[in-house]
């Protein structure tokens, strides 16, 4: 029989856990002809949730968990679920039913087609602001726009992967991830399935703007150096009017005889000239940045327990 480990980070859910575990044990027991692991990796949680899912784990053999050592992160979570997921395909869900349980015999039932990443895509987004949807659209145009590697319009994490997948993606250790830019640049048969995105089901949502900007500027520079090249682009104008400025000069200094006038038009140009200089000099600081960060090869999270045996870090 088949293994199918799904993946579910979370991070203070307490709320949301019951009515999720209800959920899924309703679809596990429908689902007879495979074999089910439910790997939550407890990023750091400041509340019950630990107890929670150690509580539902003697209940129900097919609860795993790996608790992490302190709060790392969803990214993390996610790299640490496929390290410690022993299924024939894993599905990634969120803790707080937004991705709807239901879904996933379709999405098993595509894999059993031949495809190797099965995505759910977004109908709709409810219970989400204005703003939220709005930035979220910008900023698929922009990693679109950027890359010539497909983005997923409109998709979360939420989706099936088969294990050579998984095994793809064990492989891409960098420290910041971008999970969305990753799935899409190591390839494979792909495969979109429409869903209703529901408003999440307890709980708050952790995300903020800074981290969602963060994401946004992780997702952006570890998936192409195209910013770089705006540095570039820049300097050409710049180079440009410096010289167009400088002929103009000279000229008039020659035929006028009068000195170089007005000294807040150099005020000007000295402020405009050095607004562009500090702007690429934090493009470079990003990318240096992520050298350092890189270069570190610190492991890329730590474990405290998994399935409740102490981890030794050996
Ligand atoms: N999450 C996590 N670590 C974090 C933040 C979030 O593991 O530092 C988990 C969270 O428990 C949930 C999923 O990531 O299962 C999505 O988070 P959330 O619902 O808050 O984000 P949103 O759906 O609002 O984008
Ligand atoms: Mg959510």
Not at 50 to 67: G, H
Not at 259 to 285: K, N, R, Y
Not at 298 to 306: A, G, K, T
Request: net charge positive; aromatic share 14%; with cysteine.
């Amino acid at each position: 029989m088949k293994k199918i480990s799904i993946i579910i980070p979370a991070y203070n859910e307490e709320e949301a856990l019951p009515f999720l575990y209800e959920r899924l044990e309703k679809l596990m027991n429908e689902i007879r002809n495979y074999e089910f692991e439910v790997l939550f990796v407890n990023d750091g949680s400041k509340d019950k949730t630990i107890q929670l899912i150690k509580e539902l784990r003697k209940k129900d053999e097919r609860i795993c968990y790996v608790d992490f050592s302190r709060n790392f992160g969803k990214e993390i979570a996610m790299l640490a679920g496929l390290d410690y997921a022993k299924g024939d395909s894993v599905i990634f869900m969120d803790a707080d039913l937004q991705d709807p349980p239901e879904l996933i015999p379709e999405l098993i039932k595509y894999w059993e087609e031949g495809y190797d990443d099965v995505y759910a895509r977004r109908k709709t987004r409810e219970g989400e602001t204005w703003l939220k949807k709005f930035t979220s659209k910008m900023y698929y145009k922009v990693l679109q726009s950027l890359t010539r590697v497909p983005i997923q319009k409109d998709t979360g994490d939420f989706r099936l992967l088969d294990r050579r997948c998984v095994n793809a993606l064990k492989k891409l250790r960098e420290s910041q991830r971008c999970s969305k830019s990753m799935f899409s640049w190591i390839g494979y048969n792909k495969k979109e399935v429409l869903y209703d995105r529901d408003p999440r089901i307890a709980g708050k949502t952790k995300w903020n703007y800074r981290k969602l900007i963060d994401l946004a500027i992780d997702g952006i520079t570890s998936f192409t150096t195209s910013p770089l090249r705006v540095s570039t682009y820049l300097s050409i104008p710049t180079f440009i009017l410096l010289g167009v400025y400088f002929i103009y000069v000279i000229i008039k200094c020659i035929t006028q005889s009068v000195a170089i006038q007005a000294f807040q038009a150099i005020i000007l140009l000295i402020l405009f000239f050095s607004g562009i200089q500090i702007m690429l000099f934090g493009i470079v600081g990003e990318y240096l940045g992520r050298i350092f960060n890189e270069t570190k090869n610190r492991p890329l999270y730590f474990v405290n327990e998994y399935n409740g045996e102490k981890e030794t870090n050996e």
